[in-house]
């Protein structure tokens, strides 16, 4: 819970069943994948949808279907179909914040997007069941290999009948439920996106997000503060945002950047385990020697050399 709280997630829960203490319900997990996965711009939203074995039917009338391939009228109309539906149909959304996303992947232990989506999904099974939803099966769209996170679900809920597919929000009506709710709701929080930063008179036209798209690209560029970079709006992680800091911001050297640069090889593709045989081997270029912690801790560093 600890660990939540310092994430700052916005989290909703929104159109819990009055019966769903008392019947048997699918679950699942939608994982951001998709347009929300790739885009450069906005929040990333993760959805979940249930409703009860005996009503599956009822769900499939719906006529709901993956996100992907519907209109944002469709995806609204939809989602009001689904919101009609709460005597039967219940969704709750954790909305990951860009600023988050940053924080997570460039910190000095990094935190990938496979294991920050594996971990979101994981609580929002875990909020379903503490609010007493009576799961049984969970269907969930893949983020990396499906066998190895469908055996990383199946571990931590082994009550649970729990399915991995690609394509679930495709496969499954209860995973194209969630996927709605989640674009949805990822719609509308770009729309009314409150910028903390003055952008003075900078229009908000920022396209669709997609690394590829030439308004997020030019929209990118203008936003950018030489020293501050981006407004929190943006993930800074991805890459186009990484090029155009490289390309235009002002060059910061980090203390342990030559360190770094002068580590030596990994022992294999993937391993961070230095081979035995470089602690031997001849440096090609002397490495900067790098001042104490004692120095570095308290702000001090040498100006003249005697």
């Not at 450069?40 to 499939?60: A, H, K, N, Q, T």
């Not at 439920?177 to 952008?199: G, P, Y």
């Not at 003075?200 to 970079?229: A, H, I, R």
């Not at 090029?243 to 360190?259: F, H, K, M, Q, Y």
């Amino acid at each position: 819970m600890a660990r939540l709280q310092l994430r700052l997630l916005l989290l909703f829960l929104l159109a819990w069943p009055p019966t769903c203490l008392d019947q048997d319900y699918h679950y699942f997990g939608e994982q951001g994948s998709g347009d929300t996965w790739e885009r450069e711009l906005g929040p990333m939203v993760y959805g979940i949808c249930f409703c009860p074995l005996s009503r599956l039917g009822d769900l499939e009338a719906l006529k709901v279907a993956d996100s992907k391939t519907l209109s944002e009228a469709e995806r609204e109309r939809l989602f009001g179909k689904l919101d009609q539906a709460r005597d039967f149909v219940g969704w709750a959304l954790d909305i990951l914040s860009p600023n988050l996303i940053s924080n997570s992947m460039q910190r000095r232990a990094k935190y990938n997007l496979n294991s920050l989506s594996h971990d979101t999904a994981m609580a929002l099974v875990q909020l379903a069941l503490d609010q007493g939803v009576k799961v049984t099966q969970v269907f969930v769209d893949t983020v990396g290999p499906a066998d190895k996170y469908q055996q990383k679900l199946q571990e931590r809920f082994p009550e649970l009948e729990v399915t991995v597919r690609p394509k679930a929000d495709s496969l499954f009506p209860v995973v194209s439920a969630a996927s709605i709710c989640a674009k949805v709701a990822r719609d509308q929080v770009v729309k009314r996106w409150k910028f903390l930063e003055d952008l003075g008179d900078l229009k908000m036209d920022y396209g669709s997000g997609y690394p590829n798209d030439p308004k997020t690209k030019e929209w990118l560029s203008q936003c950018l503060d030489p020293v501050f970079g981006f407004p929190q709006f943006v993930r800074f992680s991805w890459s186009t945002a990484q090029l155009i800091l490289d390309g235009r911001a002002v060059p910061v050297r980090w203390e342990d950047s030559e360190e770094e640069a002068g580590d030596p090889p990994a022992a294999g593709r993937g391993s961070s385990t230095p081979s035995l045989l470089s602690f031997f081997a001849r440096r090609q270029t002397p490495t900067e020697r790098q001042p104490h912690r004692f120095f570095h801790e308290r702000g001090l560093e040498t100006v003249a050399d005697l």
